[in-house]
């Protein structure tokens, strides 16, 4: 079945061409002016996956577990490893045929715009628009076909599928065009909104110099031109600080520099923007609906890229989640910055506050005092922790975006072959562990401190040295117990740190073993990779982005430990004020919540707490049921075998062993200075670039992540196999006289 065709060839209702073809075929007719274009059918995508084996196992990947139940981590891993069994497998030679037959007669060597077309897209309930890949300026017969596979990927992108998802379409049937267009490189480009989403009485027409790709991916701030919808005039022009305008250089798209001239003048004029604003007036008319019109200009000419409904609409849907996950992915530049703010701003800031609040002697404060400071620390804490929804999460995407420039430029087997190259770095929990180690090989050359540690003795007087050891570290990295669990105090948890310190010292560690093997397969991968790149632009992009992903799986880690430091000292607030209500002999005072401590700590004829009860972890509710073999996500190469220690609170952590299989809800970052004594790492909390994962791989420990009710379906004392290379737990029965 023949699956290429010109635009003029496609019937406007056809559904074999999805949503933007369908509307270019409209624009064609009514005599607007657009670019040589050409069409690839759903039937190609079908055909592609139907004479493989990628149709089955994308349904493998995303049947691992229930999808509702995986994360936004488990969600970005699976879409990886589809994107590259595309990436991995040659169109059918009669279809490669086809196309390129097409593609040479077509384009006669042009570059070109590959766009994506789904038939769910664009339309008006369900706009998938941004959701899906296009790709600028694609050069080469062989290119455009890589980059058509590309685009099918893009059907199973991480943000496609969570908003397939939200609006409950059938994964199985989904299916992919494509639009091929010759690329217009325009003097100014932009986007026209007939009817301004925001308020149904103006439009917008927004513009920047250069390729629209500046615009659509946030690195070029445009004019923005606000129009009375009615009377078709100007009601206002944002100007913005113009420095850069995107634009193809060889078989890429760079960011450069605009000139002087350029930067001072707006890359429309009001008549410019008028005429612009009235064609997708005309084009609303066209579709009966409002518009979101992307345009080029050359000379005094519009080219039409592409039209479809406005889908943000006026009247508030709070349910329409588009641009929230669209968010997840930030382009380069943007990531660039965020760095700097992080590390910048961000982090000195979180630093020098998390001292200044543990400078203050929350003991000597009145109980009021104390409250106020409870409710200061709230706050803090509040902020901070919107800082990092806001900052620190999305710049973890930078550790995704050199994932798939690895994979489109190696295709390697393992899609995840990239993280080896982001291993090994001076992460603050590795350094945290290191400084544990130090302290441990101190008490282990001191039977005598250890004796003291174990019965509860006075260390600061048994041993002067070890508690200079001891204050050194809290200094730097806080005290990890506190404020791990909120129902632990400070002073439980210092005893818990202590005797952590002494399982270390009592055994040896795997913290070196292996590192050196790990460095030299991380130097062989990467200077592969760059052989690939000549000197130049290309190079230096390459590297560019490998520098930014192992700053962004730095950070990944070192957040949480930062942020740990602002929280240790709210949990700290929040401790001494549950201690002097338990003083007052107040009833559930060891947990209440910190509004019910900071009332009752103001107003001491308050009762709080009539529904306070201890909660039923998991482990009790589910302590009769058995399971003999759990699949999860392979995070952490190797195989582990060890007795299970569940970890339900900072007790459990407490009691851990070298040797054992650490099982739970998710490996926290204040939680990871017992991930070297592990033989192995368990998680349901899924992903492969998550913070037990990271660390588990950092010390060579298998690690199997995403496993459903991990910690309610294996118990203390079960001897597990830990099977990092397929995602495999094997549960054995649980010995006797297991604590």
């Not at 740190?497 to 913290?511: C, P, Y």
């Not at 030299?520 to 490998?546: P, Q, S, Y």
């Not at 949480?560 to 001494?576: H, K, Y």
Request: hydrophobic share 40%.
């Amino acid at each position: 079945m023949r699956t290429t065709y010109q635009l003029s060839e496609i019937r406007p209702d056809s559904k074999l061409f999805g949503g933007k073809a369908t509307a270019l075929r409209r624009l064609q007719e009514a005599g607007l002016r657009l670019p040589a274009t050409l069409c690839i059918s759903t039937e190609a995508y079908k055909q592609f996956v139907s004479n493989s084996s990628i149709k089955e196992k994308i349904q493998l990947e995303l049947h691992r577990k229930k999808f509702s139940d995986m994360r936004w981590e488990e969600v970005w891993d699976a879409a990886l490893r589809i994107r590259n069994l595309f990436l991995r497998q040659g169109l059918p030679e009669k279809l490669a045929r086809e196309i390129s037959k097409a593609v040479e007669e077509h384009f006669s060597g042009n570059p070109v715009v590959v766009r994506s077309s789904a038939p769910e897209e664009d339309a008006a309930a369900t706009s998938f628009a941004g959701l899906h890949e296009s790709f600028v300026n694609i050069r080469g017969t062989e290119s455009i076909l890589e980059h058509v596979k590309l685009v099918w990927a893009s059907l199973w992108s991480d943000r496609a599928l969570l908003y397939r998802q939200e609006l409950d379409l059938d994964f199985a049937r989904s299916s992919m065009a494509v639009v091929m267009q010759e690329l217009i490189a325009g003097e100014v480009s932009g986007i026209t909104f007939s009817i301004n989403p925001a308020d149904t009485a103006e439009g917008i027409v927004e513009a920047v110099y250069g390729l629209n790709q500046g615009l659509v991916d946030g690195a070029v701030e445009p004019d923005r031109w606000i129009f009375y919808r009615k009377e078709e005039s100007i009601k206002e022009h944002y100007t913005p600080r113009r420095e850069k305008f995107m634009a193809p250089r060889g078989d890429n798209v760079i960011l450069a520099d605009l000139t002087e001239n350029k930067s001072l003048h707006a890359p429309l004029d009001p008549e410019e923007a008028l005429a612009i604003y009235r064609k997708a007036k005309k084009l609303e008319q066209i579709f009966g609906k409002p518009q979101d019109v992307e345009w080029t200009k050359v000379g005094s000419d519009f080219f039409i890229l592409q039209s479809r409904p406005v889908t943000a609409r006026a009247d508030g849907d709070e349910d329409d989640k588009r641009g929230w996950y669209l968010s997840l992915q930030r382009s380069e530049d943007n990531l660039k910055k965020l760095r700097l703010k992080i590390e910048q701003v961000h982090f000195p800031a979180m630093k020098s506050e998390a001292a200044q609040l543990a400078e203050t002697e929350l003991e000597a404060l009145p109980d009021k005092e104390l409250a106020g400071e409870l409710e200061h620390r709230r706050q803090v804490k509040e902020k901070w922790t919107a800082v990092y929804w806001e900052d620190f999460i999305p710049f973890a995407h930078g550790m995704r975006l050199f994932g798939k420039f690895y994979n489109d430029t190696v295709s390697p087997a393992d899609p995840f072959e990239f993280v080896e190259l982001l291993s090994n770095v001076p992460l603050l929990s590795k350094n945290r562990n290191m400084a544990l180690r130090k302290i441990a090989a101190y008490v282990q050359q001191h039977p005598d401190l250890q004796q003291a540690i174990a019965t509860g003795g006075d260390i600061s007087t048994a041993d002067i040295e070890f508690a200079k050891l001891l204050e050194e570290f809290l200094s730097l990295y806080g005290d990890p117990f506190c404020g791990t669990y909120s129902d632990r105090t400070c002073d439980v948890s210092r005893s818990e740190l202590l005797n952590v310190i002494v399982q270390m010292a009592r055994s040896s560690t795997a913290e070196e073993e292996g590192l050196a093997g790990k460095e030299g397969n991380k130097a062989v991968l990467e200077a592969a990779f760059f052989e690939r790149f000549m000197e130049g632009e290309k190079r230096a992009r390459a590297e560019g982005l490998l520098d930014l992903a192992r700053a962004s799986y730095r950070l990944r880690d070192d957040d949480n430990i930062v942020l740990g430091r602002i929280e240790e000292q709210f949990f700290r607030a929040l401790q001494e004020g549950r201690r002097r209500l338990q003083e007052r002999h107040v009833e559930g005072a060891a947990d209440l919540g910190d509004s019910e401590v900071i009332r009752s700590l103001v107003d001491r004829s308050y009762k709080p707490g009539s529904q306070i009860h201890k909660k039923t972890t998991p482990a009790q509710e589910n302590r009769y049921m058995k399971a003999r073999q759990l699949l999860g996500q392979p995070a952490g190469p190797g195989i582990g075998r060890g007795r299970a220690r569940v970890i339900d609170s900072a007790g459990d952590l407490a009691l851990f062993k070298k040797g054992e299989v650490l099982v739970c809800d998710a490996v926290a970052p204040n939680m990871t200075f017992v991930v070297p004594l592990a033989a192995g790492v368990i998680e349901r909390r899924g992903g492969m670039l998550i913070h037990g994962a990271i660390i588990a791989r950092e010390y060579g420990i298998a690690c199997v992540t995403g496993v459903p009710n991990a910690a309610t379906l294996i118990h203390t004392g079960d001897e597990v196999t830990v099977d990092g290379y397929l995602g495999i737990v094997t549960v054995g029965q649980k010995e006797s006289g297991t604590v």
